[in-house]
């Protein structure tokens, strides 16, 4: 673990600590920090809601209910931790709309926040992408961008030419003048640099 994870590890570890014991100044920074892996998940999700800001609050309960789980447990690598919030955060969400659709399916209506039977809009049950969806993607893309530019620059034209133009490993090779085993060998490195750095974002570079 290099020494920039090791301080947002013991940084995040307090910040959770605190709003388990019901700091919400704490809560809300974790709630910024965890905001583009929300965001992911409620694009998941946005067609069984309102809007995408009404997913997002469902999202938000998520990491919640992930903070009220946590059981003290300080775990061994940064990476465990985002796991752990990212699980909780999907499990919440994935029961939440379980639940609406269920009762979208067999009332058609749902129970809101306050106990009353309500009329699911038609919209929820459209699953074609919508502009919710789209500008989720557009900030996925612009975290992916964010992240492509913390590698070296070779590096970083060996994965855009593997991912984006499609190129070979033998063709990326002759480029640089090297063997395409040395090619496999730097991707590698870079696509693990990368998935370490977007974790907390749920987004895979591949």
Known sequence: MTNENKVQWKWTLDVLSRAK?????????????????????????????????????????????????????????????????KKEIHRYVRNETARMAYDRRHYGQSIDSGGQWTDLPDAMADDAPGPAEAAIETERNQILQKALQNLPPRERQIVTGRIYENKTVRELGAHFGVTHQYISKI????????????????????
């Open 187 to 206: 991707y590698g490195k870079a696509i693990q640099k990368l998935r370490d750095w977007l974790t907390p974002y749920d987004i895979q570079p591949t």
């Open 21 to 85: 014991d019901g700091d919400t100044a704490a809560f809300s920074q974790l709630a910024e920090q965890y905001g583009p892996l929300m965001g992911a998940v409620s694009s998941r999700y946005v067609s069984y809601y309102t809007d995408l800001s009404e997913a997002r609050q469902a999202a938000l309960r998520g990491l919640h209910e992930a903070v009220c789980r946590w059981d003290g447990t300080h775990f061994s690598s940064l990476q465990q931790l985002h796991y752990f919030l």
